[in-house]
């Protein structure tokens, strides 16, 4: 009997195997605890009563077996169904895994010393089985609540509090993101930029398409804090200065069209530093969009037809930031609770390059050294969103356990 025991364990472990590499929902740490504990952001462990996991999860099965015998089902009940049938599965695998456990318990007087040892072999089969189920029914909670995806995002990048250093570190910060998208294998489209004469940016706009590229980049919206000594600093005083960084969403399904008739172009005689050109050719160009009132203007070329472009860059970037407001009515307040008002103190990651230490303040184990590396936009930088996701999504899974099973 005990050895069909064993033969069944060997089945369902291969079972298991397969049905988690089919259905590898998205990625989060493995968790080798029970189902009732859940890790806290801060590495310490909650415990959550068996209950009030097994109502939740009981209350997905019901959900799942209700849809699944509905005569007519829309499109959100398939998607809705698709999604529960996953950690359905786990949790009816697990249950069967936690009925045999028990039944181990009638055998465990048992004195013969071969028996003793198969049923030990026995429960740390099953207990390893119990344990990659918990983590992938934890992933397919996760899962269930997340926020919508899109399929790209627009990233503003502009310089806070500290002037030509704060600039200066824009640029760094905007090139960083520049090589994570190459890193990550995305696409980039710059809306807008404005640069300074010493290689500084003041603001810089862009559109960044990819697979999960927004579920990535959303934890980088915030004050990012450097302290260095600047280049121009003749007493060798460490300065502190920030940039801000902001993440919006775009849908697929977003587009912005500038129409001819819809534009007055005006063109007249740069003005400023600038050499011979100016005050001499109408090389500056100045843009109005009539249905909403938008002026927008270039002279940093010399061409007529360069600063009419790039005039058009900032008038699409100006229309599509109003048209996204439009459409995301918490997209004001989400940019404003990412860049506050770029003061120091609000910082969410500092970057200290005295002591070459790179520290993120929202995590517990943030900090990490090689800025070099850091601001490259590699595998330093990817390790630390990692880190962030990690952390988000479990602070996440407490607060659906615990909003499910109050109600």
């Known amino acids: 009997m005990l050895l069909n025991r064993l033969s069944r364990i060997v089945q369902v472990g291969s079972k298991l195997n397969t049905s988690l590499q089919c259905n590898r929902l998205r990625t989060s740490p493995p968790i080798r605890r029970s189902l009732c504990q859940a890790a806290h952001p801060n590495g310490a462990l909650f415990q959550i009563s068996d209950d009030k996991i097994q109502k939740y999860l009981e209350r997905l099965r019901l959900e799942y077996y209700a849809l699944k015998v509905q005569e007519q089902r829309t499109r959100k009940d398939i998607q809705r169904m698709l999604l529960l049938s996953n950690v359905v599965e786990m949790y009816e695998q697990r249950k069967i895994i936690v009925d045999n456990l028990s039944s181990l318990k009638e055998l465990k007087d048992d004195k013969d010393d071969e028996m003793v040892q198969l049923l030990k072999e026995e429960r740390e089969a099953y207990g390893s089985i119990l344990f990659r189920l918990d983590s992938e029914i934890l992933n397919g909670i996760l899962s269930m609540d997340d926020e919508e995806d899109y399929g790209s995002l627009i990233m503003e990048v502009t310089a806070g509090v500290g002037g030509q250093e704060a600039m200066l570190f824009a640029r760094e910060l905007f090139d960083m993101y520049c090589g994570y998208v190459e890193y990550k294998g995305w696409e980039v489209e710059m809306l807008q930029t404005e640069d300074t004469d010493i290689g500084g940016t003041r603001h810089a706009t862009t559109v960044i398409s990819g697979p999960d590229a927004y579920r990535y980049l959303k934890h980088e919206g915030g004050v990012h804090r450097v302290q260095r000594i600047p280049a121009t600093e ?13 993440i919006i969403p775009r849908p697929d399904d977003f587009q912005v069209e500038l129409k001819e008739k819809d534009l007055k172009i005006e063109t007249k005689r740069a003005s400023g530093a600038g050499g011979q050109h100016v005050n001499t050719t109408d090389s500056a160009v100045r843009i109005v969009h009539l249905p909403t009132g938008i002026a927008v203007e270039c002279q940093t070329e010399r061409s007529q037809q360069k600063n009419r472009e790039i005039a058009k860059q900032k008038l699409t970037a100006k ?21 506050g008002q770029s003061l120091r103190n609000e910082k969410i990651r500092t970057y200290n390059f005295n002591q070459d230490r790179i520290t993120d303040h929202r995590i517990e184990g943030g900090t990490a050294h090689n800025l070099k590396g850091f601001l490259e936009g590699g595998e330093q930088l990817d390790d630390m969103i990692e880190k962030l996701r990690r952390s988000q999504r479990r602070k996440q899974l407490m607060d659906i356990i615990n909003r499910e099973c109050e109600q």
Not at 234 to 246: A, D, L, M, P
Not at 319 to 339: C, D, P, W, Y
């Open 234 to 246: 003749k007493s060798g005083r460490i300065h502190t200065s920030t940039v801000t960084v902001s």
């Open 319 to 339: 229309l599509m930031q109003i048209e996204l407001e439009a459409r995301f009515s918490s997209t004001q307040a989400l940019k404003k609770s990412q860049v």
